[in-house]
């Protein structure tokens, strides 16, 4: 089993006609948890809806555990990779029934002690019949964070998770993130605006600016003695976005 779970080679996304992104080379390692940050406008999304195979690159190659990508990626090897987005779109119906909705979608029922494991986790146990709707925003965060755990992916894709988030709600998401990645060797994308968050949780840190891929470094080398002098005024907060 190679460490290497992604490659991306000269990938491209353009939309009408106007390049967003533009990478020459990328790899994200088996079990890591990879920060991307950069500007707003830099790409991130659209880099995490392709690791998700949610559109097709406009040329380039991404390479997934040893398979190119293309139309024809089995839906097993498409359910190993799943995104929570900053603004979860969850159903409108229970808590329990939302944590449930992935395990249902593959014919199988969530067992109560799945269920109760994962609300108990998420601290949702006395919300598991309110109805979705009603969640607070990090209440909601939470339960989208079971839903996409509870199917155990490969990989899990983060979109500024906790942006807006109050401090008990960041901090109980990080604690999941790390523990799912070392329990499960689960590899993490996260975008986040927030460095300390990429400082706090990240083995390697990316940043992307105008769709293109500025520096990839440990984490504490692309905070603390950066290749690139655009990382140097990133981590400074030096560039307005
Ligand atoms: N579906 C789309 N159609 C047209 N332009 C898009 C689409 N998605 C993103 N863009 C543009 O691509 C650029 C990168 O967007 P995005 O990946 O969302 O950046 P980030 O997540 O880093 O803020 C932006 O200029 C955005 O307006
Ligand atoms: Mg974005």
Redesign the pocket.
Known sequence: MSSVLYVLQGVTQR??G?F??SLDKMQIQRGEILALV??????????LRLLNFLEPPTSGIIMFDGTAVNGNLPLATRRRVTTVFQKPALLKRSVAANIGYGLGLRGEKISPELLDHWLTRLGLQELRNQKASKLSAGEAQRAALARALVIRPDVLLL?EPTANLDPYNVDLIENIVREENQQNNTTVVL?THNVFQAKRLAHRTAL?MG?KLVELSETAVFFDSPDHPQTAAFVRGELVY
Do not use: Q
Request: proline share 5%.
């Open positions: 939309y009408n106007r967003v992104l950069g500007p707003s406008g830099a790409g991130k999304s659209t880099l979109d975008v992307l769709g």
